[in-house]
């Protein structure tokens, strides 16, 4: 890592990395303006598709963080995405989800269902809300044909109060009742990676991904061609990178780690 040059631009996981729930990560803040003021291209790369982009703009905000909402790309504007590039407008779809969801499919054209009937796609996006009535409508539309997509397969959510079931519990639920595997859109699919880069405007050998999921951020992003950057203090912790088969360029515990190691290459 001494001999590394620091990458030119970055893609920023949230969930573990910038935050844990509504408490600030150590660094979080400094290093994002460090980005700011030194013109380095960033985008906030989420597998939680329970926010809009201005949600999680006005989220930051009050964690002392300014950005505007052209910085987020989301599971959910990917999934949608996805699914417009698949089905027309008007497709009847039954989407377990909140607003950053249920907002992206809204703009891409699609009609969300109340129940079940007529549904011709079960989406599942991360909803701490959710109810057995949602799991049985959904089970029944999946039953009945239609197609199960899931935005991201992330099974846990770390939180300031430890790890939460994840959109990924919610997935297996469903999988566990039907039997039918669902189509993953987000990471680490490499579909998402490259529309953020595309977004960035940035190669992938020159764009570092910072995360702390290594099943996600990091394989993901490494079948990308991705610089990897692992921190530790999140989902996956210390003992993640065992399970690589390849080993992240960098390791971290915070961002105020990265932080300074990257100042300390100005010198």
Known sequence: MK???PPSAYLIDMDGVIYLGNKLQPGAADFVEYLKSRRIPFLFLTNNASLTPAGYS???RKLGISVGSDRFYTSAMATAEYMSEHW???TRVY???IDGLREALREKGFHLLRSHKGAEIVVVGFDPKITYARLREATLAIANGATFIGTNPDVS???EHGIYPGNGAIIAALQAATGVEP???GKPSPTIFLEALKRLGTRPEETAMIGDRVETDI???QKVGLIT???TSGASGEEGVARLTTPPDMTFRHLKDLLQWLREKEN
């Open 229 to 231: 950057i692992f921190l």
């Open 95 to 97: 989407a377990i989800g």
């Open 183 to 185: 189509i993953i859109i």
């Open 3 to 5: 001999n590394r040059r």
């Open 157 to 159: 959510l770390p939180t």
């Open 88 to 90: 027309p407008k008007g």
């Open 58 to 60: 006005e989220k930051l």
């Open 219 to 221: 394989a993901g992003a």
